[in-house]
């Protein structure tokens, strides 16, 4: 279940990216043949941003694609580096909590209070936030479950899976 | 509570997590959010936890969602997208490929093909890391196939890899440009006659190579007609087309660094398509591994982005920057303190985690001196592009061994990129020694 609504907004943020395309091409194309352009188009752009960004970040992490450096943990025995990974995982969890209580209150505050972007088609301020919270809590929730994951294959004596998606959700 | 001490207690809590393998993401926003809650509830004197919450989280939101919620900083995704298209839709080996027609009777033509090939495909995406893992796979198998000396085959390559990063688009520049402020469009026109400096350097040093030791690259024996040199040359069209859209846009002021990415990508989905290279399902592979490739990126970014505010906040640089000042290091000495930081770093760490651990400290010194932040901007990411080839860390080189396999080992790689490091050390003390280089072209925009 959680890999499906993973991979829905993994193809949600591809859209996102296409929008991009579109919407910055098309702005130029306007401004350099009829002198015009698309209205609210930056905020537009920065709220798709928004969507690209942050939508994909429970796929990356299932497929630990993270940046670390390796060149001391790679000279540890195999349970060693078991250890780190598991340990930057949790690390990693305390790290996101900040950030997934803070986008709540930021989404909360811009739903409530009806915020929005000044400009033309006056964009409400709530979607770019509401996706932020999203994107970070299924993050969050994915690197909780790698957790459990690495732990028992620890306790099994087996090596960690490359990726969430070899083992069940 | 003394900031400074704050500071440095985090730069060394931030390095020993790099050191335990926590992702250099969750490191830095980890450490930063402790280190400024630490900071606001000991304001007073006293520790009052119950005031640092809410300015610690409008903190660590404001800093990393105002980062990603970024106009200029679309073209991230747009650039990665548009390697990820262009090697899909055949484009970026069709350089390579003509390359290799039209230098094969010259010794060592396949390696400068290599090179060539390495310095087209940097033309169009923005990772060394990608342009040397594409290419490798490519190239290395090919030249090995022909009896090319094993360092030959590999280290060319590795090195030619590192030109991802100097010629643009690149992403480091990007991420150099969102720290210190700088446009991004002028540090893309610095990096193109240092890239080619490079790029000219290592082909020099294939073609001494070769000279100097004939086995090292087998002669080219078969025939090459007029007709198929021009045939090859015409099939690359594309990715120059795509070069002179990002440089001639962005040069003639037609267009931003960003609307270059976008108006790029269209224009390669179309070529894509209309050659029949490009499949719509290709098309989303390549955009989902856009996605989860920026995605890295940006949360990297973000959480240093997090780590820069707090460093704001302790004051730590200010202090560093007066110490230093105090020393009365002299220019030159400053700049050659700072390029060993950046070569022992580089040894051992990835290049984005150096930029953005150093560039909070790095940037108030530089100012302070009086020095250019374009022409230091080439001057890091030319840095950076060494430590990818620097043992026992040089990311391209495993790579490179990744593609490769068993047949030949990372220690005769590294044996073979001594002389491209070579070549690399001069052209750093040529772009140190003369800005111009840099400058020249941002400076007749």
Avoid at chain 1, 74 to 82: C, F, S, Y
Wanted: hydrophobic share 55%; net charge neutral; aromatic share 10%.
């Amino acid at each position: 279940m959680l890999r499906r609504i993973e991979q829905l907004l993994l193809d949600l943020a591809v859209v996102a990216v296409i929008g991009l395309g579109v919407l910055i091409t098309t702005t130029v194309l306007l401004r350099v043949f009829f002198n015009s352009g698309v209205p609210d188009a930056i905020v537009m752009v920065r709220e798709l941003m928004v969507a690209a960004i942050v939508l994909p970040l429970a796929v990356t992490t299932a497929q630990r694609a993270h940046i670390a450096v390796e060149f001391v943990s790679n000279r540890l025995p195999e349970n060693g580096q078991k250890t780190l990974v598991v340990m930057g995982s949790v690390f990693g969890l305390l790290a996101l909590a900040p950030l997934i209580y803070a986008g709540w209150r930021e989404a909360a505050h811009a739903m409530t209070s009806g915020g929005f972007f000044f400009g033309e088609l006056m964009l409400p301020k709530w979607p770019g936030r509401v996706i932020f919270l999203l994107g970070i809590s299924f993050c969050w929730l994915r690197l909780f479950l790698m957790v459990v994951a690495d732990v028992r294959a620890m306790r099994r004596g087996a090596p960690l899976a490359e990726t969430a998606y070899a083992t069940k959700d | 509570m003394d900031g400074t001490l704050v500071g440095l207690c985090a730069f060394a809590a931030v390095i020993l997590l790099l050191g335990l393998r926590v992702p250099i993401a969750f490191a830095l926003a980890g450490v930063a959010t402790v280190g400024t809650f630490v900071l606001f509830a000991f304001r007073t004197g006293t520790f009052l936890p119950e005031r640092a919450v809410t300015p610690t989280t409008s903190l660590v939101f404001s800093n990393s969602f105002d980062l990603i919620h970024s106009y200029d900083l679309s073209m991230i995704p747009l650039f990665v997208a548009l390697g990820h298209i262009a090697y899909r839709a055949d484009i970026t080996t069709k350089i390579y490929h003509a390359a290799r027609v039209w230098l094969a009777r010259i010794p060592g033509g396949v390696a400068i093909a290599s090179v060539v090939g390495c310095g087209g495909f940097s033309a169009i995406t923005g990772s060394s890391i990608a342009c040397a893992s594409t290419m490798g796979r490519i190239c290395s198998p090919e030249m090995l196939r022909m009896g090319y000396d094993k360092r030959l085959a590999t280290a060319s390559v590795a090195a030619g890899g590192t030109l991802g990063s100097l010629i643009p688009p690149s992403v480091l520049f990007i991420i150099y440009g969102i720290f210190t402020e700088t446009s991004i469009s002028s540090l893309f026109l610095a990096g193109i006659l240092p890239g080619l400096l490079s790029l000219l350097g290592f082909i020099l040093v294939i073609y001494v190579w070769v000279l100097r030791d004939p086995a090292a690259a087998p002669r080219f024996t078969g025939t090459i007609t007029t007709r198929e040199k021009f045939s090859a040359a015409l099939e690359a069209w594309p990715a120059i087309a795509l070069f002179t859209i990002i440089v001639g846009g962005i040069y003639g002021g037609f267009f931003t660094a960003t609307e270059a990415a976008a108006v790029c990508v269209s224009a390669a989905i179309l070529i894509g398509f209309a050659q029949r290279k490009l499949t719509l399902r290709s098309l989303v592979e390549a955009l989902r591994e856009t996605c989860v490739q920026t995605t890295a990126i940006f949360l990297i970014a973000a959480g240093a982005k997090i780590f820069v505010a707090f460093i704001a906040l302790t004051g730590v640089a200010g202090d560093i920057v007066q110490a230093v000042t105090d020393a009365q290091l002299s220019p030159v000495l400053l700049l050659a303190a700072i390029a060993v930081i950046y070569l022992l770093l580089g040894m051992f760490l990835d290049p984005i985690g150096i930029m953005v651990l150093t560039l909070p400290l790095m940037v108030p010194l530089v100012e302070t001196y009086g020095f250019d932040l374009i022409w230091f901007g080439v001057v890091v990411i030319k840095l950076l592009e060494i430590g990818l080839i620097t043992p026992p860390v040089g990311l391209n080189v495993f790579v490179i061994a990744g593609v490769v396999g068993k047949e030949v080992p990372i220690d005769r790689i590294f044996s073979g990129i001594l002389r491209f490091l070579s070549v690399d050390v001069i052209v750093l003390i040529l772009i140190m020694a003369f800005p111009v280089i840099s400058l020249l072209i941002p400076g007749s925009m």
